[in-house]
């Protein structure tokens, strides 16, 4: 078992800065849990508080049930592989895998067996001998975990590991990372402010934005209902679309912008009784959006007349950036074979279904 329970847990520097507050969520046993959101947000300060290199401020933090606040990061039995590496430059890659375990006075011939053990999971069996210098990026990284599995921790921390690698080999690692999670049947917790390698890897996610988190919840949770703005706005390639909006109560409920007005579907219209008169923000994805000869439900109640700026073929799909209304720019991810042109009128159909509505003022979700 190993389970990480962060509870009310805040961070405030000496220089009175707050850095994280009432951070407070749990890594399950087994859990890919990764904390996801832009630079400077807390997500490394909550990481290092939890393997113990930072003090908590107020709050507890429990690893399987226990309190470990004023427990030294060796005793945590947690092991963390850091962005640059830090490994040692004159030892070699065996000597830097073994180094933990000697110092923990492991058996030779124990050393010996887990870091050829490690080193074969990795593939980097023919490269024990060799000094870090002598690495790649790619190399180095493996070296890492590597002597982070010899520890056989409860709990592995990983922070921004790929982020030194070209994109290429971060795709490779990545699903190498998650399949090596799958075999270890490990407890991590994978600090990124890559959506995508947050998406694709994780369990479960944690989006933090200015020291405060704002959503917990599995990728297709974040993805699909994403509790407020920032959330909308962060998840997902390009971005979700933001339109103000009113909303307009005839024959149903709709809503009303410069240069477009959709119908809410019944189902979802009850949740905007409040909303009356009121002014909203509307959302929808890029992939929500269809060109409107290639949908079979166009009508009055789901179409919007853009003009298109922008046509950015991708080849498996092709992207428009079109103007609504009189000033407002957004983006539409269509099929390859659009006969949209620049500067030309270009009917969009939304998908009602997909939409959704954030209170102008709190920011959260309506739906
Ligand atoms: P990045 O992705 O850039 O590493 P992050 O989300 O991991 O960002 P943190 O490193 O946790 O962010 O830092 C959170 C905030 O706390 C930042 O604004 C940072 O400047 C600040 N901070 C970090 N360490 C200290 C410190 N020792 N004293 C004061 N402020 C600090």
Not at 205 to 228: K, L, R, S, T, W
Not at 258 to 274: Q, Y
Request: charged share 25%; aromatic share 8%; hydrophobic share 40%.
């Amino acid at each position: 078992m190993a389970e990480v329970q962060l509870e009310k847990v805040n961070k405030i520097f000496p220089n009175g800065f707050h850095a994280v507050k009432d951070a407070d969520f749990v890594i399950q046993d087994k859990e890919f849990l990764v904390l996801l959101g832009p630079s400077g947000c807390g997500k490394t300060t909550t990481l290092r508080m939890i393997a113990g290199l930072e003090d908590i401020t107020s709050g507890v933090v429990k690893i399987d049930g226990k309190v470990v606040n004023d427990v030294e990061p060796k005793d945590r039995d947690i092991a963390m592989v850091f962005q640059n590496y830090a490994l040692y430059p004159h030892m070699t890659v065996y000597d830097n895998m073994a180094f933990g375990l000697k110092l923990r006075k492991t058996p030779k011939n124990e050393i010996e067996k887990r870091v050829r053990e490690a080193a074969k999971i990795l593939g980097i069996e023919h490269l024990l001998d060799r000094k870090p210098k002598q690495l790649s990026g790619g190399q180095r990284q493996r070296v890492a975990v590597g002597r982070a599995i010899v520890r056989n921790p409860k709990v592995f921390l990983f922070d921004e590991p790929l982020s030194n690698l070209d994109a290429k080999l971060r795709v490779q690692m990545r699903s190498e990372l998650k399949k090596l999670h799958q075999r270890l049947e490990a407890t991590i917790a994978y600090v990124t402010h890559d959506q995508v390698e947050a998406m694709t890897m994780a369990d479960k996610i944690v989006i933090m934005h200015e020291g405060i988190i704002q959503q917990v919840g599995d990728p297709f949770d974040v993805y699909d209902h994403p509790a407020n703005l920032f959330v909308a706005g962060f998840i997902g390639t390009p971005p979700m679309n933001f339109l103000p909006a009113r909303v307009v109560k005839q024959n149903g409920f709709w809503l009303k912008g410069d240069g477009f007005s959709i119908k809410v579907p019944d189902d979802k219209a009850h949740l905007l009784e409040n909303y009356v008169d009121k002014d909203v923000v509307f959302g929808v994805r890029p992939e929500d959006l269809t060109e409107k000869s290639q949908s079979k439900v166009a009508d009055e109640t789901n179409t919007i007349i853009t003009t298109v700026d922008v046509v950015e073929p991708l080849g498996s799909e092709t992207l428009l950036h079109v103007t609504v209304g009189s000033n407002q720019f957004i983006t539409a991810k269509v099929s390859p074979q659009t006969r949209a042109k620049v500067g030309e009128k270009f009917n969009i159909v939304i998908d009602l279904e997909m939409i959704h509505v954030f209170d102008k003022e709190t920011e959260k979700a309506i739906f």
